[in-house]
Structure formats: C-alpha cells, structure tokens
C-alpha cells in the first residue's frame, strides 16, 4: 500500500481566488490522479496527473480552471482557480503504484475539504 | 456514456447480521471491478477486488460476486460491525485503462 497526505485537509475561500491543494505519496508511483467529490455524490474523475509532461483532463474538467502540477513520482498539486460557491466539495488524491501486485489498485488520500464563500 | 450505479442508496442492517451491496454497471468492456469504503471525513479504502474471469472473490468478512451476463456486482459483508458504517462505492476499470469509474455509492448504517 501507499501512504498519502494532503494539504490542507480543509479550507474556507473567498470567491474568487484560487487554492493550490497539495497531494504527496510515501512511494514512487506511476499514476497520480486528481478526484472530485462534491456533497453527498459519488468521485468524479477531474484528470490525471503525468509526471513531467502536461496533465490529461476529463470531460468537463479544463486547464486554466484546474492547472495540475507533478514535478516528480512523488508529489503533485491541484489548483481551484477563480472559485465560486460551486466549487466547493472534497478534492482527493489518489496513486497507484510502480509495484503493485494487483491490477488497477489506487490507493486515495484523506481528501480536501474545501468551502467557497 | 456507460455508467456504473447502484440499486440502494441506504442500508440499515443490525449488528451482526449480513450485508448485501449491489452494483450495476453499463460497461461490458470493463474487465475490473474494486469496491470502496469511506468513512466521514476520509478517503475512500480498498476493500476487494475482482477481474472478469472470476465470479467470486472472498476476503475477511467480504465477498464480492461478479454476474457478468446481467452486469451485476455485489459486496456481502459477514457479522457486520459497527465500523462496517460507511458509504460503500463500486468502481470499474478495463485493461489499459487506468481510470475508474465510480458508482454513486450506498450509505450501509449498521444498528446496534
């Protein structure tokens, strides 16, 4: 398994402005993924972060709203620019990892709670 | 597009007694299928997983079953316990694909 950590694990906003949300794994992965939970729904898939090259995005989910950034096999952050009420939901981390036994598996983050006002 | 979703959205089964979470998916190409749990205020946790080639897959306390020709998934949940409480969520991947698609999740509360 992986240990992941994110940062903050909560944040009131302003609408507005913009959060950079950090996600950072205890070991080497391959795939890093940025997830978004709003209340009470399911995870909807925003993008995939590739290390060292631009971030691939979902449906819906574009660049200049949620610029992703992954230096190494280690770490990355997801940014919530000009946000507004409707932004506000859990934003979650997720990896799967270089040696993994099982197909598939991701290992996801505590989450990042995030409020606009 | 193809979906993954679930009959239930709320259980309440007494302690002790067995669970039984069901999923449909929508995709025949998905040949993975992970069941989630999230407790408030975490990150959804691995809890089993099957491929497409098994029906059945038994861990501790869980079994998933895999009905492919109906599209059906189901998580059953044995002796269930008080920290048996939380959303459960399917998910679904195939082969070269490495996202997932998550169901909308069922909240299992369990009765003392």
């Known amino acids: 398994s992986a240990v992941i950590s994110q940062k903050p694990s909560r944040d009131i906003c302003q609408r507005g ?9 205890d070991s080497q992965v391959t795939m890093m993924f940025w997830y978004r939970q709003q209340p009470g729904q399911s995870l909807t898939l925003i993008a995939t972060a590739n290390q060292g090259s631009e ?8 660049i200049d709203k949620f610029p992703i950034s992954r230096p190494n096999l280690t770490f990355s952050t997801l940014t919530v620019s000009n946000m507004s009420p409707e932004d506000s939901s859990i934003y979650l981390c997720s990896v799967e990892l270089i040696d993994r036994s099982s197909y598939n598996e991701q290992f996801f983050g505590p989450g990042t709670r995030l409020t606009v006002l | 597009g193809e ?6 959205p709320t259980l309440s089964v007494q302690e002790g007694d067995n669970s039984i979470i069901n999923c ?3 995709n025949s190409a998905s040949d993975y299928f992970i069941w989630y749990k999230q407790e408030s205020g975490k990150g959804p946790q691995f809890i089993i997983d099957i491929r497409s080639n098994m029906d059945k897959r038994q861990g501790q ?5 895999l009905n492919k020709t109906v599209k059906h998934l189901s998580l059953q949940i044995a002796a269930t316990q008080p920290g048996d409480s939380a959303v459960y969520f399917c998910a679904e991947a195939s082969f070269g694909n490495e996202k997932l698609t998550f169901g909308t999740g069922t909240r299992l509360t369990i009765i003392p």
């Open chain 1, 17 to 25: 402005t913009s959060l950079t949300i950090q996600c950072q794994v």
């Open chain 1, 55 to 62: 971030a691939t995005y979902e449906s819906g989910f574009v």
């Open chain 2, 3 to 8: 979906s993954v979703g679930l009959h239930l």
């Open chain 2, 24 to 26: 449909a998916y929508s």
């Open chain 2, 61 to 65: 306390r869980v079994t998933v079953l």
